[in-house]
Every structure is written in structure tokens, then in C-alpha cells.
Nanobody
Framework: QVQLVESGGGVVQAGGSLRLSCAAS????????MGWFRQAPGKEREFVAA????????YYADSVKGRFTISRDNAKNTVYLQMNSLKPEDTAVYYC?????????????????WGQGTQVTVSS
């Protein structure tokens, strides 16, 4: 069992930056692949970024490529999402997720554990 707690959300102006953190419980965190997803009002949850258990392999949605960076610190049981050059369309609740199979995966259905989410609002 893995419990995930996101933090770092907030309100930021367009062009600004935020760094989200996801703290995980459990001794097997380092074996899990991790992902970030987001859900805007009235829309389905969508993939943002994913990272393999080793941190070597990453994958990004086209909409955030070049602006967002996913990383992990296995010693701290934490995964991060650095978000730069934020746009109003990035406004959403951001969720952290863990996948027991340590490989990168982009589908919501591929993840086994989810956090409660953190709100990110980008004003124009």
C-alpha cells in the first residue's frame, strides 16, 4: 500500500512557475513508476508526466513538453513536478499517482494509487 500526499499548488500569474511535491509512504516507493495527472472542471483527468522507478525514463504530454519537468528523490520518497511558463489552460487539480510496475505509463487506468490532489490556478 502506498499513500500519496500532494502539496505546492496555488495561484500564479501566467508565465510564472510552481513546483508540486508528492510525498509517498511505504518502503517500496523506489520500485514504483510515478505520474502526474490533472483534471480541469468539466473535463476528464488527463496525463501530464511520468517517470520510471529509476528516474531514467520520462514521458510528457505534448501540451507541457519543454515547460514541465518531473523528477524524484527516492531517499525522500518524493516526486516533483516543476512547472514553468504556466498558462491559464494549465489550471486544474493536479494528482500524483503510483504504478507498481516501475515502467512509464500514460493511462489513468495504469496507476494503482492516487493522492487527493492539489489545486493550481493560473491567472491571465
Amino acid at each position: 500500500q502506498v499513500q500519496l500526499v500532494e502539496s505546492g499548488g496555488g495561484v500564479v500569474q501566467a508565465g510564472g512557475s510552481l513546483r508540486l511535491s508528492c510525498a509517498a509512504s511505504g518502503r517500496t516507493f523506489s520500485s514504483y513508476a510515478m505520474g502526474w495527472f490533472r483534471q480541469a472542471p468539466g473535463k476528464e483527468r488527463e496525463f501530464v508526466a511520468a517517470l520510471s522507478w529509476s528516474g531514467v525514463n520520462t514521458y510528457y504530454a505534448d501540451s507541457v513538453k519543454g515547460r514541465f519537468t518531473i523528477s524524484r528523490d527516492n531517499a525522500k520518497n518524493t516526486v516533483y513536478l516543476q512547472m514553468n511558463s504556466l498558462k491559464p489552460e494549465d489550471t486544474a487539480v493536479y494528482y500524483c499517482a503510483a504504478r507498481w510496475d516501475g515502467n512509464v505509463y500514460v493511462s489513468v487506468k495504469g496507476y494503482d494509487f492516487w493522492g487527493q490532489g492539489t489545486q493550481v490556478t493560473v491567472s491571465s
